[in-house]
């Protein structure tokens, strides 16, 4: 009963007649089974439908109203779990095991042994295959990697897997106790991990991850990991020597890997010791920033999304607005200005545009979230 009110009100805001109100809450209910109802951070009993409501409720008039509504339905990207759990699929299939081959044919060749690299059933169901899959460390960089989901479908070892990316030294030296108990290391010499694999699930500036400060140092989640393989012996002493690291993204924007690619290069200067490499399962292209299209609709939607009155600023985080250059105030691009249309199932990325996810205002103010965020990091 509560979602026919909510169509009601639905239709009664945005000023359908009968024949208008069928048609489109026909694909109000298609958007919200498929896709919107799945999104994690609605209250219980509160679906898509009437935040939608709600949302549109914010907008003074019924031209801003129609077209805020064609933006979500136009704009939106939307990646719901089933699309995830894909991707994960995708990036154990693709890249994990296409990495681990690659060792089992060299220790082929290394020993004399003539080896079709393609011949995928001889090399998966190798001892050296599991040799090699067992002394991989994974390592998610947070909530949102998945890496359970990882650890189970890709049949991994409990004590290979970290959902903390800083471990303390009881769970390193568990983790290097357990490798040298494993059946698949066998008698294998070193019984450390020759690989390690960090996992995200979602970049759009790539500055959390690794950016330089002015004085030269780096900050972001990647130099801190480092420094804590490099300063700490007892996780030093967990890994070969010459280990590679090899960091996935299930979701990146192009802008993003290049960023990264260009600051990794730069970090290496500093520490040579550092092998590692960066590559995303699913890439997202220049559409999916909303300044990129410049056609009379969607300008006209920027200016609504820029009105101060759709623009929760108290709300923003120090980070958040830190990410601005001094004296740029176009708060309403998200974080480090990406203006993403982009929605993940479990969260909203604040690279994305505010006016999808920022709070509700103090008080009776109508600015209300479509997609309400949570600070996650």
Not at 227 to 232: M, R, V
Request: with cysteine.
């Amino acid at each position: 009963m509560r979602f026919e009110l909510a169509k009601q009100y639905l239709t009664q805001l945005m000023g359908w007649d009968d024949i208008e109100a069928r048609n489109e809450l026909q694909e109000v209910d298609l958007m919200s089974d498929i896709k919107y109802n799945s999104y994690d951070q609605y209250m219980p009993g509160i679906k898509f439908i009437g935040n939608f409501y709600l949302w549109l409720s914010q907008f003074d008039n019924l031209d801003d109203r129609k077209r805020m509504y064609g933006f979500v339905k136009k704009y939106i990207i939307y990646i719901n779990s089933n699309q995830i759990s894909h991707l994960i699929d995708l990036l154990y299939n693709t890249k994990i095991i296409p990495l681990i081959r690659e060792k089992v044919v060299a220790d082929y060749t290394a020993n004399g042994e003539k080896v079709n690299k393609f011949n995928y059933r001889r090399l998966d169901n190798s001892p050296e295959f599991k040799l090699h899959k067992r002394k991989t460390l994974f390592i998610g960089l947070s909530d949102g990697s998945h890496i359970d989901i990882i650890r189970r479908n890709s049949y991994l070892d409990n004590d290979q897997v970290l959902t903390n990316y800083y471990p303390d030294d009881n769970k390193i030296e568990e983790l290097a106790e357990e490798l040298g108990k494993s059946v698949d290391v066998g008698q294998d010499a070193t019984k450390k991990f020759e690989s390690i694999v960090l996992i995200d699930d979602f970049t759009a500036s790539g500055s959390s991850f690794i950016r330089q400060k002015p004085d030269g140092s780096f900050g972001g989640k990647l130099p801190k990991f480092f420094e804590a393989i490099h300063n700490n012996p007892k996780f030093r002493g967990v890994l070969e020597d010459g280990f590679d690291i090899h960091l996935y993204f299930l979701i990146a924007t192009q802008a993003s890997m290049a960023y990264i690619n260009q600051m990794l290069d730069e970090y290496k200067k500093q520490h040579t010791w550092l092998n590692v490499e960066v590559e995303c399962i699913d890439m997202l292209y220049e559409d999916a920033k909303f300044t990129n299209h410049q056609d009379a609709e969607a300008k006209a939607m920027m200016n609504i999304i820029k009105d101060p009155r759709y623009v929760n600023v108290p709300a923003f985080t120090e980070a958040y607005m830190n990410s601005y250059d001094a004296g740029d105030t176009r708060y309403h691009l998200g974080y480090k200005q990406c203006a993403l249309t982009v929605v993940l199932n479990h969260n909203t990325p604040n690279n994305s545009l505010p006016i999808i996810w920022q709070p509700k205002r103090e008080g009776s103010d109508p600015l209300y979230p479509l997609f309400y965020r949570i600070t996650r990091h």
